[in-house]
Structures are given as C-alpha cells and as structure tokens.
C-alpha cells in the first residue's frame, strides 16, 4: 500500500471516529478535516468510503463535505460512476458498505438518475449494470428523498438545498444525465425501463 493510502486510510479512520463520538454528521463535524481530505481529491477520497465504510456514512459525509464537489467539474461525478466498480450482485452483499452510496446521493440529493445514466454508458459493463439494476428493484426506497432529508439540507447541518440543484442543473446540461424519478411507481417504472435495455 503505498503511503498516500496510508494516508488516506489513517485520515478516513481518525474521521470515522470523530463521527462515532459525536454520535452525528454535519459540515461542522467534517470542516477541521477540510484541507487534509482535499488533499486526496475527489475521487479518490470518495471511492475508497464508497469501498470501506456503511452507505449511510458515505452519503452523510457528501452531505456535509460540499467542498469536496461545489464549483468543480461535474463530470467527476460521471468519473466516480465508472470508477466505483465492480459493484457487488445483490446476493453477494455481506454488509451494508457504500458501494451503491454515490447512486443513492446523486438519486437521492441531486435529483438526477445515475442508474440511467449508468445503463447507458457504452463504459460500464453490462455485469455492473445488471448488479445496480438488481440492487435497486430490492432497495429502491433507498432513492426517495424524506421530507426530513430535506429538512437537514439547510447549509448549517447539511450542504444548502441550492447547492443540490446547481449540481443537478450541471449534471443534466453538462453531462447528460436525466431528472431522477421522484415517486415510488415513477423509481420502479424506471429500473424496469433501465432493467429492459442490459
């Protein structure tokens, strides 16, 4: 392992328990860890939470991290897709880790349908699909947004709601993706459109 991992894995660990005592999230919680966790960019602080820690833990921490992601390319959004692959079938998921957390933010938060874009993508292979597909006909709940989500998303505990909709706005123009269903028939509809064209 090569030192900027060790790195990477000592900061994430000294984080996480930063979390367990506190018993929470929130961007006050993450904010002395700002520059060290820029340090290790984007995609490659955020794919290995997405490889290591609990879904729910990894989307907390996008929540609460929006210097990581506000006012860059929203194509790293597109690039952390790819990358986080393989994802796991669904019978072979031991635990609940974040593999499919950056599906559930970008559905979830943002409001745009990374599994779409994800079926559609010649770059993805068609294992992978199926897995995110197979995921999300048993979790799909996991995709739609509480109305105490939304309450959280007020730039005090959680990034502002507006930061949710820039990134959506970006996603959509600038990188294709399409608007998230937002219903539990319209999420179901659509996996079955998704499932349809592997």
Known sequence: MSEA??????????IHEAYWQAGHAGMALFAPFKEAMLAHGFLDWTRFHLQHYHASYCWEMLLSCPFLWVGRDPRIWADLLRQNAPRPGLPKIPDPLGHHADIVFLHRFAGVDAIAFLVADPRCAAADKAHVVAYFRYFWHHLIASEADREDLDGEYFVPAADLLALQRQLVADCGFLPAAQTPEGVQQRLAECGARI
């Not at 991992?5 to 660990?13: I, V």
């Open 5 to 14: 991992t060790e790195s990477l894995k000592a900061l994430a660990a000294r």
